[in-house]
C-alpha cells in the first residue's frame, strides 16, 4: 500500500477505475472530473486521503477517506470514499487489505470512528466488520445504506493489544 500523495503517477489508473465503475448518471460522467477529484483527494497527513494498492507498477486497487461523502450526512465524519478493485483482481482480498490499512491509518490518527455510504456493496463491508446504520434514499433516487465502524488501535491483526 500507499499513499496516493507518494506515487501521484497512480493517479490516471485510480482514476479510470473509479470513472468506469461510476462514471454514469446520477455521477459525473466526464473522466476528468475522476481524475481532478482523485488529484485532490491525495492528501498526505490531513483528510481527504487515498491509498493504493499495488502488484509491481500494476494499480489494483485504491481507498479513501475524506470529511464527508453524500452530501445528506455532513453531520457525520469521516467517511471512506472511493473505495475500488479491479474487476479482475476482485475477491482477493485487496479491498479487505486496503480497509484494513485505512483504519489502522485512521486509528493511528486518534481517528474513533468512520462511516461509509454504499449503494452496491454493502456485504463487503459488513464483512470487514462495519455494521449498517441506516439504509434512505438520496436526494437523486439512489438507495443508500450507511454503515458506521469504531476504529481501535489493536484490533488488527500483527499490532500489539
Same mark, same amino acid.
Given at each position: 500500500m500507499s499513499l496516493l500523495?507518494?506515487?501521484?503517477g497512480s493517479a490516471q489508473a485510480v482514476a479510470?477505475?473509479?470513472?468506469?465503475e461510476w462514471g454514469h448518471p446520477p455521477e459525473p460522467t466526464d473522466p476528468a472530473w475522476w481524475l481532478?477529484?482523485?488529484?485532490?483527494?491525495?492528501?498526505?497527513e490531513r483528510l481527504p486521503v487515498t491509498f493504493v494498492a499495488h502488484d509491481g507498477d500494476e494499480v489494483l486497487g485504491a481507498v479513501g477517506?475524506? #470529511?464527508?461523502?453524500?452530501? %445528506?450526512?455532513?453531520?457525520?465524519?469521516? =467517511?471512506?470514499?472511493?473505495m475500488i478493485v479491479r474487476r479482475d483482481r476482485r475477491g482477493e482480498g485487496i479491498?479487505?487489505?486496503?480497509?484494513?490499512?485505512?483504519?489502522r491509518w485512521a486509528a493511528e490518527r486518534g481517528i474513533a470512528e468512520a462511516?461509509?455510504? #454504499?449503494?452496491?456493496?454493502? %456485504?463487503?463491508?459488513?464483512?470487514?466488520? =462495519?455494521?449498517?446504520?441506516?439504509?434512505?434514499t438520496t436526494s437523486d433516487g439512489q438507495e443508500m445504506s450507511v454503515l458506521h465502524k469504531p476504529l481501535h488501535l489493536g484490533s488488527y491483526p500483527g499490532e500489539a493489544r
Open positions: 500523495a507518494d506515487d501521484l479510470d477505475m473509479r470513472w468506469q481532478e477529484t482523485t488529484i485532490r483527494e491525495a492528501g498526505r477517506l475524506d #470529511t464527508y461523502d453524500l452530501d %445528506e450526512r455532513h453531520d457525520t465524519t469521516p =467517511w471512506v470514499t472511493g479491498g479487505r487489505a486496503l480497509m484494513r490499512h485505512l483504519e462511516w461509509v455510504g #454504499t449503494d452496491l456493496a454493502l %456485504e463487503f463491508y459488513q464483512h470487514c466488520g =462495519w455494521t449498517l446504520q441506516e439504509t434512505f
